[in-house]
């Protein structure tokens, strides 16, 4: 075997499945091809002594060093069989032992560039038995290892720490926070990188009590033109009356679960247009930063609570439109009526013409008259169901350069966002473009 080799996952994966004694891996992160093949060996009726440190930070994942499903399955390997993984924070550099074989290399940063698989492009070392395996062995305290010279990982050169599961889930957390992406390294871009969006959150169409209905207003003054040309009038469907108030059932705002009472049963909260208009306040004051001139801001760590708690009120403002449906068509029937006995009087005294085109009788009674015009007022109040369809939108925009590097935007940010100003709330760097979909399929076929 030469000594200077190529090193990548297909290589790692196949020497980690050939070995039979001995296995150390040693590196920044770790892909599931490669906790795979460790995986497969440990299945063995005489799996071979086993050693894994890495450094488990979550830039490791971002930079490329390893992927987060890598670092999801080791997690998983580890609590199956209770294989201990250390912890070497700032490790940059790959070391993998299978039996007598050593390999030290450099890691690949995928987000850097792409890993080497031709033999005149090595990245790696390989030696054999003999005293530059034997110090390695020691200086990492490898499992399998005793007799004289033989130490404890805490006295190791490197992965002293244990790399404990709630440290392994802190580091998937921050993934999951801000997870990494796919990059092609062929090329790169100058791109930035902010903390906030803008956030368009609206709210429509909920407000029953200021919805009008216009009412002909020849109805009102008979057929004086000069009044008609002079009134313009309209009925409050409401007015005077309570919001409808309805009973829905009632769920955790953070989470979005259905609250249960001490029986099993669904709990039910009362629920009407005030507070709904309580709620929506509620996501802006929360939530939401108004920069005069531009709009309203979110933090991007925000994002996700923001998200759980606008999916939990626009299931609130659901529930409420169809509990509403039926009372909303008792109030029209009621106003409907009210309206009716009041215009009567004057519209006996100046029916406009339209009104006895239908009638058979030449002395037309009040009850004619008020069938008429109920049937007149019905027809202004026939609004449908776009009357009242509340909808919540939301819609993201990404800050353009421009604004990020306008001098008067970031003064009116830093006064509105406490603190911020020491953290930065965006970063200009060279990058990698992402991969298009179609190219992470290709990639991902072996």
Known sequence: MSTFTVVNEDTLAAAIEGCRERLVYIAPGVTEWIVDAMASVMQRERPPAITVIIDADPEVCRLGYGTVDGLKALQALAVEQMLPIRYQPGLRVGVLVADDQISVYSP????????????????????????????????????????????????????????????????????????????????TERVYNNKLQYVDFEVTGYKLTSRRVQIPTDLLVGTDKTLEARLRNSFSLLEGKESLIVMIEDSDPDTGYPLIDNNGSPVFTRYSEQAMEDERKQIYTDFLTPIPGHGQLISKVRRKAFDARVAWFK????????????????????????????????????????????????????????????????????????????????????????????????????????????????????????????????????
């Open 108 to 187: 690949t940063p995928l987000l850097i560039e792409a890993g080497s698989d031709r033999a005149d492009q090595p990245n790696a070392i390989t030696l054999g038995v003999g005293d530059a395996l034997s110090r390695v062995l020691t200086a990492c305290a490898a499992d399998g290892e005793s007799g004289p010279g033989s130490i404890l990982p805490s006295e190791a050169e490197v992965g002293t720490m244990a790399a404990t599961p709630e440290l392994l889930q802190d580091a998937l957390k921050e993934l999951d926070r801000l997870p990494p992406k796919p990059f092609n390294v062929a090329r």
């Open 315 to 446: 299931g609130r403002v659901a529930a409420y439109t169809v509990a509403v449906k039926q009372q909303l068509d008792e109030a029209v029937t009621a106003s409907v009526k009210e309206l009716t006995q009041a215009l009567l009087p004057g519209v006996m005294q100046r029916p406009p013409a339209r009104l006895l085109k239908y009638s058979m009788s030449f002395d037309p009674k009040e009850s004619d008259y008020r069938a008429a015009l109920e049937a007149e007022i019905s027809q202004a109040f026939n609004l449908g169901d776009r009357f009242f369809q509340p909808v919540v939108k939301v819609i993201f925009k990404d800050l353009t350069y421009e604004t990020i590097t306008d001098g008067k935007f970031v003064a009116q940010l830093n006064k509105s966002f406490p603190g911020l100003e020491q953290q930065g709330f965006f970063e200009e760097h060279d990058s990698a473009p992402e991969l298009r979909s179609t190219d992470i399929v290709k990639k991902s076929v072996r």
